[in-house]
């Protein structure tokens, strides 16, 4: 299995990355990861949970499901975004795009994307999923996590996996444990880093 110095596996570009300076470690040894000013966010090292959610369609916009513990066995790449969020247009969609025109048909990987809304409820919408999906060509699962536009809680997913806010990218690996998450990803490296370790 090829390792990769964490401190090359994530990009510092962007308003979001300050939080990407850690302490250089393979990623599957995440849970032994000293993280620097980020103690409180993400789940690395922990199993990761179920993406308990109401909404989701297939590649073609329609009605489907994603598990994450139906894809233990795979390597799962997560991606957490909002449609009003600049750090998402900017990096994580286009890290995304790239890593499923790789990896989309690959027997050994599951990529999926979640809207997590937890602010501009208006300007974040379900129809916005399918828009973005077909704005990126993304031919994935994808999903959507509305929150409370009433009482402003965080929505389940954002709970549940302790994101710092988006976008929020989540690597998985085959035994169903959180090995990495950030608000962004080298895409190249990730690339690099999963084809070196599926068949």
Known sequence: METLSRRNFITTAGTLAGSAFLAATAPQAAAQTIKVNRSVKGIEGQKAPELDLNYWIDANGQASTFSVKESKGKWVLLKFFQNWCPGCHELGFP????FSDEFRNHPQVAIAAVQTVFEGYNSNTVEDV??????????????????????????????????????????????????????????????????????
């Open 130 to 199: 399918r828009k973005l999906q077909l704005r990126y060509e993304l031919p994935i699962p994808m999903g959507h996590d509305e929150g409370n536009p009433i009482q402003h809680e965080l929505p389940g997913t954002m709970k549940n996996y302790r994101t710092g806010g988006t976008p929020w990218m989540v690597l998985v690996d085959p035994s169903g444990m959180v090995v990495f998450n950030d608000f962004h990803v080298n895409p190249e490296l990730l690339v690099k880093y999963i084809k070196a370790n599926v068949a």
């Open 95 to 98: 890290a995304l795009k790239m």
